[in-house]
């Protein structure tokens, strides 16, 4: 969901490793233009003591932002070093990720400095523009393109500096801005740099975490400059087992944002209150029977249509990579993401007479995010509260068709997250603990005698509840029983060498016959 403008580590810019082969070019113009006049152009450092990477030497990574335009600008400067043949084919070539419905790209720079002598080589170098959707196959489309550019004629002991900008911003996020770099990367860096030039009334906040920044303010009548240094920076290393939402290079975070209470006011007014169709929500208060004397059985049926009817499929173009699209929309294609599912739901319980709200969550930092300086551009999926008579019910919306009471179903385990409600803060999710594990197994043996034989029966049953029950369901409705039963049959030889098939296995929902 959120907006990245490349500001990850260096060597994700320099060393992609090829397009992809579901990369195809698209029309595109990419313009050739002079540095814009705020920006500061720094000294490569000489870094002789940093160490390469893969044949490259990294000399300076330098970030600035431009707040005091009419839309944001943003400027990367790149400087490094080719110290072998092995950092040819990487040095030679970079990449950058931009959305064309709402950023412009501009080259502004490709020098290259050989025996002591610097050269434009701007004019020379081969630029594609790729549609990669590189989440394609999760169904996740968000239209974003890359730009690879390649520079000729590359040797070792070249030094090489590329600038380029990307203007403009998501429309959704309006005046707020929210950015979070790394501070160190998985190789060595000679300089790295972050400028932000902005009015002096922008309410920004900046603050550095894990890393030895230095950092200087000054203001020049309406506006204010920030500089962020570090140098050199020495490569960090993940250790294996490192949990996911752990980031041991450290953390640059900017915000405009005063509070929680802001943001979840910014995304309350993204989300319909009810279903902007009426016709549309008589129809399904009708097939759903959704009905105010009957909560828990309008959230059951109304959890059952979204989960099971609607499929799960991104189009997160523009703004919809925050705004979900109207529920009509969603039920008339009968698709949507977490956004447009989690916002059918809540349209949906409000014909029951049922308050519920959408909940912004992270699925990797989790917990973490309370730690985190207020920003909309945090979260990654979207989920329900629902404020039942007896306590707040969670439900995931993007998730397959879930059976059984509501009190029973795999909890919604993130952590933290953001209500959209003028004014709410982060809450607590509730971690609730199954009251049945999520694969019970029973196994039964009758021993009997056969005249001067012994003959033993083996009988498993095993019972697959909440997340565990839903392969297993999908197994028995894509597979023959007698296939199901090789299966078995083969696992089992593996601690018994005599046993056979007495019968098939069957599949049967709990509490049903069978």
Known sequence: ???????????????????????????????????????????????????????????????????????????????????????????????????????????????????????????????????????????????????????PDLRVGDRVVYRYSVRGGNPVFGRYHFTRYGGSYGVAVGERRVRYLFPAALPLRWRVIGQPYRQHETRAGDLRTLSMVAGPVPRTLEQPDTPGWYDPTGTIEVTTARDWAEVATWGARLYPAQMDDRGLASELTRNLRLDRRDPAGSLERAVAFVQGDVRYMAVGLGANSHVPYPPSITVRRRFGDCKDKSALLVALLAEAGIESEPVLVNTVARGTVRDWFPSAAVFDHVVVRVHMPDGDTWVDATRDRERGPLTEREPVEFGVGLPLRAGSGLVEIPALVPADPLIDVQQRIRIERAGARWNGFFGVVTTYRQSAAVPIRQQFQEEDESEIGDQYLAYMHGFYDGIRANALPRGAEEGSDG
């Open 1 to 151: 969901m959120s907006r990245v403008l490349s500001f990850l580590a260096a060597i994700a810019l320099l060393a992609a490793s090829g397009v992809g082969d579901c990369a195809i070019a698209v029309d595109a113009d990419v313009a050739r233009a002079p540095l814009p006049g705020w920006v500061v152009r720094y000294a490569l450092p000489e870094a002789r003591n940093v160490r390469s990477s893969s044949g490259v030497r990294y000399l300076l990574i330098d970030d600035q932002t431009n707040l005091a335009s009419t839309v944001p600008v943003y400027v990367r400067t790149m400087g490094y070093e080719v110290v072998s043949e092995r950092g040819l084919t990487e040095a030679g070539r970079f990449t950058l990720s931009y959305q064309p419905l709402y950023e412009t790209v501009q080259l502004h720079a490709v020098d290259v400095q050989r025996d002591g002598a610097w050269k434009d080589r701007l004019a020379e170098v081969d630029v594609e523009v790729l549609r990669r959707e590189s989440d394609l196959e999760t169904s996740i489309l968000d239209g974003r393109l890359t730009l690879h550019v390649t520079v």
